[in-house]
């Protein structure tokens, strides 16, 4: 029987390690598939013990879940593949991981998650005492490229609720399921554009949360944790035109603020995104990349440049480190430019040198 330890081959690393372990794979005997079937369902179990307690203590969403679940998955089943265990896996061997994923073309953001997800899983095996070390915390994540995020100008933003506005006025018959479409995508816009949320915690809002006059809408965001974010005028007269059609509808019921007929109950991301993308292509805008995590793109990047500071856009977005907010700093860095050259007394000599 093959046995499992590793054999570092001299200054070449990790690198001599993964194609040992792939001569190791394939030279072993069928006796060793006993000790991969153990491995497995001991590394399976373990990861469902995983996900509770992310699900039950830090009110991960179950799209979420789903991530971490994949993930981790991929890890046991690779780790299968070189005779180790999710379980038993030992910094070499995780970085051997890596490796692997770079060479089958993973993106540094992929493999970036993916790493996270295991380090999340070895404090989790940690904290149980069902490791006595986290392999994972110094293996260095792969740098990501951080793109700026693509931002609507204002006056695109404008145009696409001016027609879903007019869009949503048709009245033709309130059974009329056009008509319902049209007056829920106006409101989810709104919604979106007013406040910033994510897509996830939109189609997901109680109806309770709409509910009455309310200037501010308290959102449920990540890890169940709560935010309040202002209300305009005009998304509380479209949310209400929404809520008058919903409450008479076959699903007045629901808990929902956007009921469907669903697994969840509530409608789909997709099917917002689409209809936002039709709607674009109808308002002549062009946007053929739109969709609604862009109008929290805007959301973020107009506040920034008509004078809110970074702080107040962390704590709008929902965002619990200031770190993910900087990726608009440059757009701060574009007003403060602005700023000072309309207005420092010699900024006029400068340009004129």
């Known amino acids: 029987m093959c046995s499992s330890f590793l054999i570092w081959f001299g200054s070449g690393g990790a690198h001599h390690l993964y194609y040992y372990f792939q001569w190791h794979a394939q030279s072993c005997n069928a006796g060793e598939a006993y000790n991969r079937t153990i491995f497995a369902m001991n590394a399976s179990n373990t990861i469902e013990l995983f996900l509770e307690m992310l699900s039950a203590e830090r009110g991960a969403a179950c799209n979420?879940?789903?991530?971490?679940?994949?993930?981790?998955?991929?890890?046991?089943?690779?780790?299968?593949?070189?005779?180790?265990?999710?379980?038993?896996?030992?910094?070499s061997v995780l970085e051997v991981l890596m490796i692997r994923m770079?060479?089958?073309?993973?993106?540094?953001?992929?493999?970036?998650?993916?790493?996270?997800?295991?380090?999340?899983?070895?404090?989790?095996?940690?904290?149980?005492?069902?490791?006595?070390?986290?392999?994972s915390t110094e293996i260095d994540s792969p740098r990501k490229k951080q793109a700026l995020p693509k931002v609507m100008s204002e006056e695109q933003v404008g145009r696409l609720l001016d027609f879903a506005a007019a869009e949503a006025a048709v009245d033709d018959g309130q059974t009329s399921a056009v008509y319902r479409r049209a007056v829920r995508l106006y409101a989810l816009i709104e919604l979106l554009y007013a406040t910033g949320m994510r897509i996830s915690e939109l189609i997901s809002l109680s109806v309770r949360a709409l509910q009455g006059d309310s200037r501010l809408l308290v959102i449920k965001?990540?890890?169940?944790?709560?935010?309040?974010?202002?209300?305009?005028?005009?998304?509380?007269?479209?949310v209400q035109s929404w809520l008058q059609l919903r409450n008479v509808g076959d699903m007045a019921d629901s808990p929902w603020a956007f009921p469907a007929r669903s697994s969840t109950g509530y409608v789909a991301r997709q099917l917002?995104?689409?209809?936002?993308?039709?709607?674009?292509?109808?308002?002549?805008?062009?946007?053929?990349?739109?969709s609604p995590h862009m109008?929290?793109?805007?959301?973020?990047?107009?506040?920034?440049?008509?004078?809110?500071?970074?702080?107040?856009?962390?704590?709008?977005?929902?965002?619990?480190d200031i770190s993910t907010t900087q990726i608009y700093t440059h757009v701060l860095e574009e007003r403060l430019h602005q700023l000072v050259n309309s207005c420092h007394p010699l900024a006029d000599q400068a340009h004129q040198r």
């Not at 991530?67 to 005779?83: G, I, N, P, T, V």
């Not at 970036?112 to 999340?120: K, T």
């Not at 008509?306 to 709008?316: I, Y």
């Open 64 to 91: 979420t879940l789903e991530s971490y679940r994949r993930d981790l998955e991929w890890a046991r089943q690779m780790l299968l593949y070189f005779h180790s265990s999710l379980m038993t896996a030992n910094r």
């Open 221 to 238: 965001g990540k890890g169940n944790k709560e935010r309040l974010v202002p209300l305009s005028s005009k998304a509380r007269e479209a």
């Open 295 to 320: 109008l929290r793109h805007a959301f973020a990047s107009h506040l920034l440049q008509n004078g809110a500071d970074l702080r107040t856009v962390q704590q709008l977005l929902g965002h619990s």
């Open 102 to 135: 770079a060479d089958e073309g993973f993106s540094p953001a992929s493999q970036a998650r993916r790493l996270s997800a295991l380090r999340q899983f070895y404090k989790f095996l940690y904290t149980e005492g069902m490791r006595q070390d986290e392999p």
């Open 272 to 290: 917002v995104a689409r209809e936002l993308k039709a709607l674009a292509a109808r308002a002549g805008i062009g946007a053929t990349c739109l």
